[in-house]
């Protein structure tokens, strides 16, 4: 009988499904059976939802009160006590579980990462379980000892994750698709746009639910006479009419052809330190960090800066002079050297099958 791998993930935006579905092409390659679940769904009275919802709602429009739950409950050097929704999670996982049970289990989320330890810890897991940590600045949220093994971005990350839990952490490269990784774009989103002669498109990222300020972002922009603002509007549609009522840059919503943008574009200007950022140094597009959505956005867009692996713009001014300095090919090359370590790392699907077994 063949290997069988549980992936566990969380439709919170569209990142951590981004790097399961990853994960599970690159491991069913290898002839191992995948199973993807949303442990959301698992939360009895589509309370899973209700969470979802609530998440969004304070990104849009309450981010002071997620700063607060993230201050609360998110911020601590020690791995958090077990909660109600995680036993929820765990409960329903069990009621879940395919069968025969999987070989390993591995969690892109962080509190499916809080219940896969809990089972293990109790004895009702039998297969190792592996964290894939998807930020930079790993919570405490992450961290349950009951894990056997945490996969991190970065040298830093693998070595706070090992202190905090007791258990093996180790750095693995990004998680991205391979287009990511071979990306063209031939002038399309240049004259898409409608860049001027000698205007260099800025990809402005407001991830999947468009979420954070980057109306006032893209104005910036567009103000400074150099930078022509194409803001990623995911599924907001709101925020794509205000920015194109504005009149103040290009607005685009959900796209499947992310690669070509990324391959086309001078710079991204992102707000949240997650998957998007990932995929832009994998196209070796530079990433400035400005307005960061609060907790771990901001914590991450730190993070990242602190490593080298991309520039926290903090005013106006500060945006439009860091990206002038990304002119400079001295200074692109420098950050591209810099980036091109985190896919030198070992992949994570390697560490995983040696985890099957």
């Avoid at 993230?70 to 077990?82: C, D, G, K, L, N």
């Avoid at 954070?212 to 893209?218: F, L, N, P, Q, W």
Wanted: include cysteine.
């Amino acid at each position: 009988m063949g290997k069988r791998l549980l992936i566990l993930t969380a439709a919170m935006g569209a990142g951590h499904d981004a790097v399961a579905g990853e994960l599970a092409r690159r491991v069913a390659r290898r002839g191992v059976e995948v199973c993807v679940l949303d442990v959301l769904e698992l939360v009895p009275l589509r309370l899973g939802h209700g969470l979802r919802r609530m998440y969004e709602a304070m990104l849009r429009g309450a981010p002071w009160l997620y700063e607060g739950v993230y201050q609360a409950f998110f911020v601590s050097p020690r791995p958090p006590p077990a909660s109600p929704l995680t036993a929820l999670i765990a409960r329903g996982l069990e009621r879940r579980l395919p069968g025969p049970p999987p070989d390993a289990v591995v969690s892109t989320f962080h509190v499916a990462a809080q219940a896969a330890g809990l089972m293990r810890l109790r004895g009702r897991l039998d297969a190792p379980s592996l964290v894939l940590v998807t930020d930079f600045a790993a919570h405490r949220m992450w961290l349950h000892p009951g894990n056997d093994r945490y996969l991190c971005p970065d040298e830093a990350s693998a070595r706070s994750v090992a202190e905090r839990t007791g258990r093996p952490a180790e750095r693995v490269a990004p998680v991205v698709r391979p287009g990511f990784l071979r990306a063209h774009d031939g002038g399309r989103l240049r004259a898409e746009a409608g860049a001027r002669p000698g205007e260099r498109v800025v990809l402005v990222s407001a991830g999947a639910w468009g979420v954070g300020r980057v109306t006032e972002t893209a104005r910036g922009l567009a103000a400074s006479g150099r930078y022509l603002p194409v803001v990623l509007c995911g599924r907001n549609g709101r925020l794509r009419a205000r920015i194109r009522e504005g009149g103040i840059g290009y607005a685009l919503g959900w796209r499947d052809d992310m690669p070509g943008l990324m391959a086309g574009a001078y710079a991204l200007v992102d707000n949240a330190a997650g998957q998007t950022c990932r995929e832009a140094f994998a196209c070796g597009l530079p990433v400035v960090s400005y307005r960061p959505i609060p907790g771990h956005g901001r914590d991450g867009a730190e993070a990242m800066a602190r490593a080298g692996l991309s520039a926290f713009a903090r005013s106006p001014a500060g945006l439009v002079e860091t990206l002038d300095l990304l002119g400079s090919e001295q200074v692109r090359k420098a950050w591209a050297q810099r980036v091109g370590t985190l896919f030198d790392a070992v992949r994570a699907e390697h560490v995983i099958r040696a985890a099957l077994g």
